[in-house]
């Protein structure tokens, strides 16, 4: 074999050690970054160390984003975080990760799931006397109920349309359906007569509930809506550090 031969295959060598050397490395940089936000993540949301959390770190390469001194973006999942008395799955992603913890990121944005056997707990108490059961779908939350009349059975359902405004989810009536078919509130009341008024009222009736204590002081922009059976608040803010007060801090409840 020649030397120039020799020479090209050892630059090949040289190539592919450097290369699995680089992606060795690439492997390592992700898995060692996954490990510090798990660490600040569990420490904000106040979980142990056996609590399930999913850390995962996004882009091409992160030796590079490491090199910049940011991280592109940074994601994370937290099934069956508790807050006083809320219960919810987080999903969490930060963009523009700052590689010190204490320093803000561009935009951290947390999706809060809160399960609809959860969401009829925390209504129940508001309508107990009424509801017979509430479900989460087609983007409402339905109070469902059920009347006889002349022995005839019907079932009346509301649907209230969530918004929220600083940790308060306030429920405002959208629709009525009875026996699965929508209708008006006069046309039921001219059907019924006053017969209906102490069964519809309290359907209709104003509801809030307060999610506060769930949702991290630092993410003040809010929205709320109805999606597979759960009900789907997301917070969101700017200049927000992931191992500072504002996601450690959890607003309250009056």
């Not at 030796?63 to 006083?84: N, S």
């Not at 109805?226 to 789907?232: A, G, M, Y």
């Amino acid at each position: 074999m020649s030397r120039r031969a020799k020479a090209l295959i050892g630059g090949l060598v040289a190539v592919v050690v450097l290369g699995v050397l680089l992606v060795a490395a690439e492997l390592v940089a992700r898995s060692i970054v996954a490990d510090r936000v798990d660490a600040e993540l569990r420490q904000a949301f106040a979980l142990d160390a056996d609590d399930p959390l999913t850390a995962s770190v996004d882009g091409p390469i992160v030796l590079l984003q490491l090199a910049q001194g940011r991280l592109d973006r940074v994601r994370a999942e937290i099934p069956g975080v508790e807050a006083g008395s809320i219960r919810a799955d987080v999903e969490l992603i930060a963009e523009g990760v700052a590689l010190d913890a204490r320093q803000p990121s561009d935009r951290v944005e947390a999706t809060v799931r809160i399960a609809e056997s959860d969401v009829s707990r925390l209504l129940g108490a508001l309508g107990q006397a009424v509801v017979r059961d509430i479900q989460l779908v087609d983007g409402e939350v339905v109070l469902v109920t059920g009347f006889d009349v002349f022995g005839l059975g019907f079932e009346l359902a509301a649907g209230v349309a969530p918004s929220i405004e600083r940790g308060i989810v306030s429920l405002a009536p959208s629709s009525l359906a009875l026996n699965g078919a929508r209708v008006e509130l006069a046309e039921l009341r001219g059907q019924f007569g006053g017969f209906i008024d102490p069964i519809v009222d309290p359907l209709l009736a104003p509801r809030d509930i307060c999610i506060a204590e769930a949702l991290p002081v630092g993410l003040t922009e809010q929205r709320v809506d109805v999606l597979d059976r759960e009900l789907v608040v997301i917070v969101s803010g700017e200049n927000v550090a992931l191992g500072g007060d504002d996601l450690v801090e959890r607003g309250s409840c009056p």
